[in-house]
């Protein structure tokens, strides 16, 4: 049978070494083995390029990302709370900055930005908007358009 003990002789050689090279045996096990910090950065920027890629039939739901991460979307949200973060959080940041750069573009209109971003109607983009600028779609695209005009004149 296999124990899952280590050998006594090289458990007594640890304890018997100097602190120094416990220490060094530390940093070194550390680098060959990247903490959670490392595995959150990862979790964060994978649902960060999820969030930014189209999903089938536009759905940014957790259950939906943590299906294409291979986990359970429970252990999704623990993840991205040791990092202190929400995949709310997350997907709201996305929408924001996707939706500002749609605003740009003058041929989507404020319901297919809305049906882009993943809202269930344009009302909702609407008052996200709001909330986002404390403005309505319509007067940010317009306030940039004039601030593009009057930079190329």
Not at 84 to 92: A, H, I, K, N, P
Not at 128 to 145: E, G, L, N, S, V
């Amino acid at each position: 049978m296999v124990g899952i003990c280590p050998d006594p002789r090289s458990l007594a050689a640890a304890f018997a070494a100097p602190r120094s090279s416990t220490s060094n045996l530390a940093r070194t096990q550390s680098r060959q083995n990247p903490g959670p910090s490392d595995r959150q950065r990862r979790c964060r920027d994978k649902v960060r390029r999820l969030l930014a890629t189209p999903l089938p039939e536009n759905d940014m739901s957790i259950e939906v990302v943590a299906q294409r991460l291979a986990m359970s979307p429970r252990t999704l949200q623990r993840r991205l709370a040791e990092e202190r973060t929400s995949f709310d959080v997350l997907r709201e940041e996305m929408r924001r900055q996707v939706g500002e750069t749609y605003l740009a573009d003058p041929t989507l209109s404020i319901g297919e930005l809305a049906f882009l971003l993943g809202f269930s109607e344009p009302g909702a983009f609407h008052r996200a908007f709001k909330r986002w600028h404390k403005t309505t779609p319509q007067a940010f695209r317009k306030r940039q358009c004039n601030s593009l005009q009057a930079n190329s004149a």
